[in-house]
């Protein structure tokens, strides 16, 4: 008796370990027993209540009784295992899950006796699964809605599934993609290390890869791609498939490309520059010129004396108010440092610009006392400041021809500068504008404002790698107009923080206002009474809308897989080719006709041909 109490003690604990209540029904006497974890399923004290067939249906969830019943009754009937998974509602509205199963017990003429069965709440395990679901919907929703292109290749590389922004990005159809690889979309200089970040994922030595490559477009032009790829497994964890996600980031391989030709231009000059060092005492009025300070000026260290009148008389006349000015503020304290570009006269007579800056020494009562510093001949730089402005002036001309509007913004200060095409493009005068980033946020449309801001922090928080959106301004008139705005981050403090950034509004109405009117052309022939089908050179239809759907009994997608000579529009295969040039010289014309619809029913149409 001990032993089949422990037994006992043991199989409840199991049970109610596993969610798992057992329950026996004499079908003879129709009595019902349930063990203690099966009215804890049910949430019914056993002390409350007599368990019966009543009991239990009225706990099924209403949707699901019907069904439950029937299940019952056939299990019966086929002489089969009864195995179900359906939902209990509880007193308080809350919904379980339970599989229930059972064996049915015959005496020797085949008349059921009992049932016994078991009953498991899998109210958490149809959660996960429902969850799941719904991840897989939604992993499914940004797969195909992403502004990122995105990819799934087989492990041999050959691609199974892409989205539109991948397809727009390479320039390939959907179906084109399909049936290729990524290998045959990658440039060959590429190729090897986008290989090889493949073989460290395949081989558990990363999780994650990011690399950028260049792609092949359609076309043949070359795509830069950002790429992240890692691997879609099994249950069992075996690598299945790769998934890429590819930002094209063309432009900002171009802008860095460019910001390299100009640091190595910089760099250049840096080699060929000198400094030159200079001492002054103050109080003693003395000086103290280095070698290279008097070789920016065309001499030699013993034809220069060190004498405070070589830099005061050498000054360019036009520049000598600005310097003493400068200095007289910083060694009065009403500046923090001393830089001044100024110009000097050289041996030859020519003038040569320098940067001066300088540091002061102070007494023990705050007068300056000493002052040293550099000079830079920055000749060189200032001419080619001159030449980058007239650069500019050609690349305004530029973006005016192709009616850009160029804007910088100095984040710091909420500074911008609006270039003249950009004020023209909002019909405006420059003395009508503040340089300010709080008008361009005055002229944004009210449904943009989110949008920008978002897109606006996610390119400065480094999300994204530019900044591209479109939306709408306010002209001077008070109508909007839709641009494509486009801007970067070019300059970052030490801590990554964005401190200037410049980019181009284009103007996009015109666009827009085709786009709309090619959806309200498409909306009115879906939509159309009478049946419209697009045909191929080839013969094979391209599209259809509603009303031919309806006019021949086939759905949309059967008749995308046929071509004219499946629906006998009168004309053969053979005829097809002259039936084309005819439509072709004549432009439009109608006749009468026959068609089959998909039931084999000829009916008689009048054909418009375009």
């Known amino acids: 008796e001990e032993a089949l109490c422990l037994s006992e003690s043991r199989l409840q604990e199991t049970q109610a370990i596993a969610h798992l209540g057992m329950w026996e029904l004499e079908l003879v006497g129709n009595r019902l027993a349930w063990s203690d974890e099966t009215f804890r399923i049910f949430e019914l004290d056993p002390t409350q209540m007599e368990p019966s067939y009543d009991v239990f249906i009225n706990s099924v969830h209403p949707d699901d009784r019907a069904w439950v019943n029937d299940s019952f009754r056939q299990s019966l009937e086929t002489r089969t295992p009864y195995e179900i998974v359906h939902r209990l509602q509880m007193p308080d509205g809350r919904i379980k899950s339970v599989q229930c199963r059972s064996q049915t017990f015959y005496d020797g003429k085949g008349r059921p006796q009992r049932v016994m069965g078991t009953l498991q709440d899998v109210t958490a395990r149809k959660q996960v699964e429902e969850a799941l679901r719904a991840s897989e919907e939604r992993f499914r929703a940004a797969y195909r809605n992403a502004a990122v292109g995105m990819s799934i290749a087989d492990l041999s590389g050959r691609i199974c599934e892409v989205n539109h922004a991948l397809c727009t990005i390479l320039g390939y159809s959907e179906q084109e993609l399909r049936t290729l690889t990524f290998q045959a979309l990658t440039h060959p200089d590429d190729l090897g290390q986008n290989l090889e970040r493949v073989r460290s994922l395949l081989t558990d030595e990363t999780a994650f890869e990011v690399l950028e490559k260049r792609y092949l477009r359609k076309d043949g032009s070359i795509v830069w791609g950002q790429v992240g790829i890692s691997l879609i497994r099994d249950a069992a964890g075996m690598p299945l498939y790769i998934l890429a996600m590819v930002q094209d980031i063309t432009t900002r391989k171009r802008a860095e490309e460019a910001l390299l030709a100009s640091q190595r231009r910089f760099d250049l000059a840096a080699e060929g520059s000198q400094t030159g060092i200079w001492d002054w005492d103050i109080q003693a009025n003395r000086t103290y010129f280095s070698p ?8 030699e260290d013993q034809e220069l004396p060190s004498l405070p009148e070589e830099w ?36 030859d007579g020519s003038y040569r610009w320098i940067l001066a800056r300088g540091v002061v020494l102070r007494d023990a009562q705050g007068k300056p006392s000493r002052m040293a510093g550099s000079h830079v001949d920055i000749t060189d730089r200032k001419r080619m400041e001159l030449a980058l402005r007239e650069s500019e ?10 009616n850009d509007g160029i804007w910088d913004w100095d984040i710091q200060t909420g ?24 008008f361009f946020f005055d002229m944004l449309h009210p449904n943009d404002a989110a949008r920008m801001t978002e897109v606006l922090h996610a390119h400065m928080d480094g999300h994204l790698p530019v ?32 401190l200037r950034m410049v980019g181009t509004i284009t103007d996009i109405t015109d666009r827009k206002q085709a786009e709309q009117a090619l959806r309200l052309t498409r909306f009115s022939i879906e939509h159309a009474v009478d049946a419209v ?35 006998g529009l009168s004309v053969s295969a053979e005829a097809w ?10 432009t439009s014309f109608s006749f ?17 041909v375009n």
């Open 312 to 347: 005061y008389d050498r000054q360019h006349p036009d520049d000598r108010a600005r310097v003493a000015e400068t200095l007289r503020a910083y060694l009065d304290g009403e500046t923090e440092q001393y830089e001044l570009e100024h110009r000097l006269r050289h041996k």
């Open 467 to 498: 900044m591209e959106l479109e939306l709408r301004l306010r002209t001077k008139s008070g109508a909007y107009r839709w641009f494509l705005d486009r801007g970067k981050v070019v300059t970052r403090s030490q801590d990554g923080s964005p």
């Open 533 to 567: 089908l697009w045909i191929a050179v080839s013969g094979r239809i391209l599209d259809v809308n509603k009303a031919a759907c309806v006019m021949l009994g086939y759905a949309r997608e059967e008749l995308l897989s046929k071509t004219v000579y499946d629906i």
């Open 592 to 608: 009468e006709g026959e068609c089959r619809k998909k039931d084999g029913t000829v009916i008689q149409i009048e054909k418009t």
């Open 577 to 586: 080719s002259a039936h084309w040039e005819d439509v072709k010289a004549r």
């Open 292 to 299: 290279l300070w008097k070789q920016q000026l065309g001499y």
């Open 393 to 402: 002036e050609r690349f305004n001309y530029v973006t005016e021809a192709t």
């Open 415 to 438: 500074r911008v500068y609006f270039s003249p095409q950009w004020l023209r493009l909002l019909a405006y005068l420059p003395e009508e504008v503040p340089p300010s980033v709080q």
